[in-house]
């Protein structure tokens, strides 16, 4: 290559990882900050809110117990839909209610959260999480709070991020091939410009690939039609983990012939023929006694059915069985946890199940974003007006 091109195409890459940060420093900022904090959402959950976390003891009631806790906590406001059994010691029982009341096309049904004592049955405390803190940084992360296109325009901004990236890399390789006096700290006479360099050179790797798989959750079905990965069923959402990231508002509202709606957000229905614990009973007797983590009740639809999510031994993602409402008969679930291209991809990006140090690196990956955004800005202004004193110069000269 020769010296020119290089010139060139060094200044190219140099004003598009510089519009990329002076162009998307507003949006660059909250997603980045708002990630960071919810990769410690449960620990911060337990810390903010510990009436719910005050449990008693290990010992288990039977679910219907805990779902007569929480319906009388309901008051008549909501109707159940979920319970979760706790994940490991000090969890509580966690039961999720719809709230009563017309949902609008397309949107996400609110709902009533109570926390349970599993030894008791004693209800520790109830709320409307979709008002939460939490909750107000999932819809900033995942959507800027934009109502409608919010998570595409994120996607993109998640493309602008690894472009940044892979300029940003490109400006900082050595062009004298001299790699490792390119690690050191003084690569320029600014402070400023040392630590952008720094930063932008150790957090690269890992800023890519969060941004790559935050474009995949943004863009779930171009992205699994590119990886070749089968839709999960729209039939019903799958059972959820606490603690876990809600996907987009929206959706199939599909209309059964009583005007209820149906597919991922169809209602509970109003009365089941099984109860809670004969269908626990029939999905752990054919899951060969596999711990039994939650519980979904059956919905609107052609085929109302229990959804049960076991944990088997050996298995690294939990299994869900159907227990049909009309007759007993256990099935597999069609849409049980989605494709695991996707849960993996979720897992990288909000460091699920992933262990301290990537979790870690995560919340580097957030803060460095900030830094790099605002000094870069910085670095910009500066140089702008090292050039305007210059051309003044020159003019008065």
């Not at 510990?50 to 219907?64: F, H, T």
């Not at 096309?105 to 939490?134: C, E, F, H, K, N």
Request: net charge positive; charged share 20%.
């Amino acid at each position: 290559m020769t010296s020119s091109l290089s010139a060139r195409l060094r200044r190219l890459w140099l004003d598009v990882h510089l519009w990329i940060g002076v162009g998307l420093l507003i949006a660059i900022v909250p997603i980045s900050a708002s990630g960071a904090i919810l990769v410690w959402k449960a620990p911060l959950d337990r810390m903010m809110h510990a009436d719910r976390y005050a449990v008693s003891g290990e010992a288990a009631l039977p679910a219907g117990r805990y779902v007569a806790a929480a319906r009388e906590a309901f008051a008549g406001r909501a109707d159940f839909t979920q319970l979760r059994l706790p994940e490991k010691a000090g969890d509580p029982v966690v039961a999720v209610g719809r709230l009563k009341g017309e949902v609008a096309p397309g949107a996400r049904p609110r709902s009533l959260t109570v926390w349970i004592d599993p030894p008791t049955a004693r209800v520790l405390a109830a709320a409307d999480t979709s008002q939460s803190a939490m909750q107000w940084l999932h819809r900033l992360h995942g959507s800027l709070l934009i109502p409608e296109v919010g998570r595409k325009v994120v996607g993109w901004i998640g493309w602008a991020m690894f472009v940044s990236c892979a300029t940003g890399l490109w400006l900082w390789w050595p062009r004298n091939g001299a790699l490792l006096k390119a690690l050191r700290w003084r690569r320029g006479p600014s402070t400023l410009f040392n630590l952008h360099h720094t930063i932008g050179f150790w957090i690269c790797l890992p800023l890519a690939v969060l941004s790559l798989t935050g474009v995949y959750i943004s863009f779930p079905q171009t992205s699994r039609a590119v990886f070749g990965v089968q839709p999960q069923s729209q039939d019903r959402a799958p059972a959820g983990r606490p603690g876990r990231a809600e996907g987009k508002a929206g959706g199939p509202d599909k209309r059964a012939s009583g005007g209820a709606p149906q597919g991922r957000f169809a209602p509970p229905l109003a009365t089941p023929r099984l109860t809670i614990d004969q269908a626990v009973t029939v999905a752990a007797a054919r899951a060969d006694g596999a711990r039994v983590i939650s519980v979904s009740a059956p919905t609107v639809g052609r085929e109302p059915a229990w959804r049960v999510q076991v944990e088997q031994p050996g298995q690294a993602t939990p299994a869900t069985l159907q227990v049909v409402d009309g007759s007993g008969e256990v099935k597999p679930d069609r849409g049980g946890g989605g494709d695991p291209v996707s849960r993996w991809m979720r897992n990288i990006h909000d460091g699920g199940d992933t262990g301290l140090l990537w979790q870690t690196i995560i919340v580097l990956g957030g803060v460095a974003p900030v830094i790099l955004a605002l000094s870069g800005v910085v670095m910009w202004l500066r140089r702008r007006s090292r050039r305007l004193a210059i051309t003044r110069a020159t003019k008065e000269g």
